[in-house]
């Protein structure tokens, strides 16, 4: 990289306009918008979309709601011109719905864009000459003048040949492209010089669309350009103030969000944000962050699944994972605390207790766009004793009691920090098993047998300890104090049950029942203990000898 960045690049200067009004707006309604899919995404493709192709996604932009739609640049190559012509011919166009074709300001160009538009319903036909500085001096080496020469006479020679569409609705549209690296000023010269020739009122608009053709600045100096002409402009009230923002420095939603704020009537974008270089703008996205702060954005993106389906089927073009709100990532959950938060959040919600959403992490309710919320447990050194929990439970029905995963948590934590990789389910529950369930030293379960009287329940216990038979027998009010005053008897240090839980273990493990037992041994000291069996009482007394095999 450059040492000094200053001696190659410059800030961009910033408009003019003290008395911004953008930054204290809301938004509250959804704009009008434009898919430039066909078009603008079509042309930054390796291999552009066959006609079969475009034709499919067509009808799913149609699908979604889109009632304005670019659906190509007719004069281009016979491909666009065919298609434009399918789409018409084969009657593949609702009546609410314009096709929108571009057109530079060339005559025979021109020409032909009005033979592919013959018989269309409703057409938008959209003019554009670019302006900025750089492209002035490095592409056409036109002085300004000569640059407005070329938008007059390209909305001159439209204009002259609207006639020949009779029976089609036709709205215009003019871009100066680069509007986001050109002057304001010239802007507004070059967009009042073609609006002179088509003369738009308030009931036949124009559409002015301002692109942010190549990202150059901050999305705040684009809401200032989008401000300052919509303040400057004249006729303003007979004109469709369009944004167009591609997305070269990352922040085309946060321009295109801005540029409303500012004033703009419409929105062009691609699903997905596919087009030239770094994308267009990501149409689900910013239709979507309206969704979420509960203003229908008229888009209906309730599959999204089977929109990215035909997508990247159609394009070749993949979603990255973590695409925002059509990413496969981005209703999964990695981190144990975000899970606990979500899980939690989601029972409030399903309990009814909130009347809007507010759940933790999740911007928007999965299941509106027909997704779902995900959980990726994995357990590695820096798990959480929540996952480790909730592994287990998951996928072997084996419900920790809290204490107890306080426990087990840093033991699991530390045997996966010795393996030095993550750790799957399976893994975790021999872990458990090696803690607790299969110890047997220095006690070992041989036999156990109750009887019960007036209250009183009088055990019988057959243990080996070290390998040694040692028998005993004691009485209490149940039998696991029955077995602890045995223990007494035998000289064993006194302990008490501290917690004690039960439950019975899902169909196809190798036990039915399970317990888990804290006892707390006469220096305070307490200790978790498991066992299973087919016998409920039998688990407890392992649970009990699993206890005092780990003191
Ligand atoms: O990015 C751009 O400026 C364009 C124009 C043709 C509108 O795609
Ligand atoms: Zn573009």
């Keep these: 990289m450059h040492k000094n960045p200053s001696k190659k690049y410059r800030p961009f200067p910033p408009v003019a306009l003290p008395d911004r009004q953008w930054p204290s707006r809301v938004l509250t309604r959804a704009p009008i918008w434009c898919s430039v899919d066909l078009r603008d995404g079509n042309q930054a493709l390796a291999v552009p979309m066959n006609v079969s192709q475009k034709l499919e996604l067509f009808q799913t932009l149609v699908k979604t709601g889109f009632k304005e739609i670019e659906v190509g640049f007719p004069s281009a190559s016979n491909t666009e011109f065919t298609f434009n012509r399918r789409l018409i011919e084969e009657h593949r166009a609702p009546d609410d719905v314009w096709l929108q074709v571009l057109v530079q300001s060339r005559e025979d160009l021109i020409e032909r864009t009005f033979e592919s538009l013959v018989g269309a319903k409703k057409a938008i036909i959209h003019l554009y000459n670019s302006t900025s500085p750089a492209q002035r001096r490095v592409v056409f080496g036109m002085s300004k003048n000569e640059i407005i020469q070329v938008a007059v006479h390209g909305a001159e020679w439209i204009k002259e040949r609207l006639p020949?569409?009779?029976?089609?609705?036709?709205?215009?549209?003019?871009?100066?492209?680069?509007?986001?690296?050109?002057?304001?000023?010239?802007?507004?010269?070059?967009?009042?010089?073609?609006?002179?020739?088509?003369?738009?009122?308030?009931?036949?608009?124009?559409?002015?669309?301002?692109?942010?053709?190549?990202?150059?600045?901050?999305?705040?100096?684009?809401?200032?350009?989008?401000?300052?002409?919509?303040?400057?402009?004249?006729?303003?009230?007979?004109?469709?103030?369009?944004?167009?923002?591609?997305?070269?420095?990352?922040?085309?939603?946060?321009?295109?969000?801005?540029?409303?704020?500012?004033?703009?009537?419409?929105?062009?974008?691609?699903?997905?944000?596919?087009?030239?270089?770094?994308?267009?703008?990501?149409?689900?996205?910013?239709?979507?962050?309206?969704?979420?702060?509960?203003?229908?954005?008229?888009?209906?993106?309730?599959?999204l699944g089977s929109i990215i389906e035909v997508y990247e089927r159609c394009t070749g073009m993949t979603i990255p994972p973590r695409q925002p709100y059509a990413g496969e990532l981005v209703f999964t959950a990695f981190s144990g605390s975000h899970q606990d938060a979500i899980r939690k959040g989601l029972n409030e919600w399903k309990s009814g207790a909130r009347a809007y959403w507010d759940v933790p992490y999740l911007t928007l309710d999965p299941n509106d766009i027909g997704r779902e919320y995900r959980e990726v447990i994995r357990v590695n050194s820096q798990s959480g004793k929540g996952g480790v929990a909730y592994l287990l439970e998951s996928e072997f029905g084996i419900e920790l009691p809290k204490e107890m995963q306080r426990e087990f948590g840093p033991i699991a934590n530390d045997a996966v920090d010795k393996l030095g990789?993550?750790?799957?389910?399976?893994?975790?529950?021999?872990?458990?098993?090696?803690?607790?369930?299969?110890?047997?030293?220095?006690?070992?379960?041989?036999?156990?047998?109750?009887?019960?009287?007036?209250?009183?329940?009088?055990?019988?216990?057959?243990?080996?300890?070290?390998?040694?038979?040692?028998?005993?027998?004691?009485?209490?009010?149940g039998p696991l104090a029955a077995l602890v005053h045995g223990f007494g008897n035998v000289g064993v240090p006194r302990f008490e049950i501290a917690n004690y839980s039960e439950h019975a273990l899902s169909a196809g493990e190798e036990a039915t029942a399970i317990a888990y037992i804290q006892i707390k041994q006469g220096d305070g000291r307490t200790r978790w203990g498991a066992g299973v069996d087919t016998n409920i009482e039998l688990a407890s007394v392992r649970a009990v000898l699993s206890a005092l095999n780990r003191s």
């Design 421 to 477: 990789r993550e750790v799957s389910g399976a893994e975790l529950k021999a872990m458990f098993w090696r803690e607790y369930i299969e110890r047997t030293e220095p006690w070992q379960l041989q036999g156990f047998e109750t009887e019960s009287k007036n209250g009183v329940v009088k055990c019988r216990a057959r243990l080996l300890q070290d390998g040694k038979l040692v028998e005993f027998s004691g009485e209490g009010n």
């Design 164 to 303: 020949r569409l009779k029976g089609t609705e036709v709205m215009l549209q003019y871009s100066p492209e680069s509007f986001s690296a050109t002057e304001v000023e010239f802007a507004k010269e070059i967009s009042e010089a073609v609006l002179d020739v088509w003369q738009p009122t308030p009931r036949q608009k124009m559409i002015l669309n301002l692109p942010d053709t190549v990202e150059v600045a901050m999305p705040n100096v684009y809401a200032d350009q989008i401000e300052w002409i919509c303040r400057n402009i004249k006729h303003r009230d007979s004109l469709i103030v369009s944004l167009h923002t591609h997305n070269d420095r990352c922040t085309g939603t946060a321009a295109t969000e801005l540029g409303l704020l500012a004033g703009a009537d419409r929105v062009e974008g691609t699903l997905f944000g596919n087009g030239e270089r770094t994308g267009n703008l990501d149409i689900v996205a910013v239709a979507l962050n309206l969704f979420m702060q509960g203003i229908d954005p008229n888009l209906d993106f309730t599959d």
